[in-house]
């Protein structure tokens, strides 16, 4: 099973001088680019089960888990979303002070979750996947997250922890490493393409990230 990430157009409610902020990670009812939904109550096992243990979910920058900037403080369900209050630890971490100031600016305005699937269902007649359970590991703040390009690093991610990432994904990953558009392209359907058209082996997602590794010099880490 591989993390995935899912992101919104949303505001960050609310930006403090001591770094607190609020706002949604995710939204209830709406369906993504990968024509899926959350519905009410996927996250409730998650956090009760992270309650329990007094494990917070971290704030990362851009999902990269190597880059921390606090914890949230808050995280629930209400009726819209996924409702989130965290602090970014601007007094011991340089790149919270960093991202702080971009979120008072402006630069950076949105969150996004990155998650394992537990649980969901399938209408055929409509495509929509439903996301009926998912286990939360953390909220990061992004830049633009309705952007495709801005998806690289969480691209990267799903690579580094066992996924696959679509063909469009794999171009752009290819295009940001100086591939042409259309060299992007060869490589990603003749490479990729066999990886995906097998079954979901974890030895493919490895065989995917050395692909990558090869041919742009990305280092990241071996599944």
Do not use: C
């Not at 002070?97 to 305005?109: N, Q």
């Not at 703040?141 to 994904?169: C, F, Q, S, W, Y």
Request: glycine residues 8%.
């Amino acid at each position: 099973m591989s993390i995935k990430i899912r992101d919104f157009e949303l505001d960050i409610k609310a930006v403090d001088a001591d770094g607190s902020f609020s706002g949604y990670g995710s939204v209830f009812g709406v369906v993504d680019l990968q024509n899926e939904v959350v519905s009410p109550g996927a996250f409730v096992d998650s956090l009760a089960s992270r309650k329990a243990t007094g494990r917070k979910i971290p704030i990362l920058w851009q999902h990269q888990s190597n880059r921390p900037l606090g914890v949230y403080e808050m995280v629930q369900e209400d009726s819209k979303g996924l409702y989130v209050e965290g602090k970014l630890l601007t007094k011991d971490v340089a790149l919270a002070r960093e991202a702080h100031a971009l979120m008072k600016a402006g630069a950076v305005s949105g969150l996004s979750i990155g998650y394992f699937t537990r649980e969901a269902s399938y209408d055929e007649k409509t495509g929509i996947r439903t996301l009926t359970k998912l286990d939360l590991e953390e909220v990061s703040i992004v830049t633009m997250p309705a952007n495709e390009e801005a998806r690289i690093d969480a691209i990267k991610m799903k690579l580094a922890h066992g996924g696959l990432p679509t063909l469009p994904e794999f171009e752009r990953l290819l295009r940001e490493a100086g591939f042409s558009r259309s060299q992007a392209a060869v490589i990603a359907n003749r490479g990729l393409k066999h990886l995906l058209s097998e079954s979901a082996d974890p030895a493919n997602a490895t065989a995917a990230s050395d692909l990558l590794q090869a041919l742009s010099g990305f280092n990241l880490p071996k599944i």
